[in-house]
Nanobody, 122 residues
Framework: QVQLVESGGRLVQAGGSLRLSCAAS????????MGWFRQAPGKEREFVAA????????SYADSAEGRFTVSRDNVKNTIDLQMNSLKPEDTAVYYC???????????????WGQGTQVTVSS
């Protein structure tokens, strides 16, 4: 079982930046393909970004491409999501997941964190 904890969410103005982190206890995240998802009120959870464990290959949703960057910090044992040029429509609870990333597609597992709230004001 992988226990994930997200952090870094807060209120930010449109155009601003945030860096989210996903940490795990008693697990080395470099051993997992990892993904970030988000869920806005009244909407389904949607894919945001993923990074492979093997070679660091990344994938992004169209909405995140060019603005968000997913990366690993193997020293801190975290998966980070750098979000720039934030828009009000980025407002959501952001979750990380340890799943499977293959050929540009991400397949989430049941290993989710509790989420971190990102609110972007206009």
């Amino acid at each position: 079982q992988v226990q994930l904890v997200e952090s870094g969410g807060r209120l930010v103005q449109a155009g601003g930046s945030l860096r989210l982190s996903c940490a795990a206890s008693r697990r080395t995240l470099s051993n997992y393909d990892m993904g970030w998802f988000r869920q806005a009120p009244g909407k389904e959870r949607e894919f945001v970004a993923a990074i492979s464990r093997s070679d660091g290959t990344t994938s992004y949703a169209d909405s995140a491409e060019g603005r968000f960057t997913v990366s690993r910090d193997n020293v801190k044992n975290t998966i980070d999501l750098q979000m720039n040029s934030l828009k009000p429509e980025d407002t959501a609870v952001y979750y990380c997941n340890a799943g499977s990333h293959n050929s540009g597609s991400y397949y989430p597992s049941n290993y989710w964190g509790q989420g971190t709230q990102v609110t972007v004001s206009s």
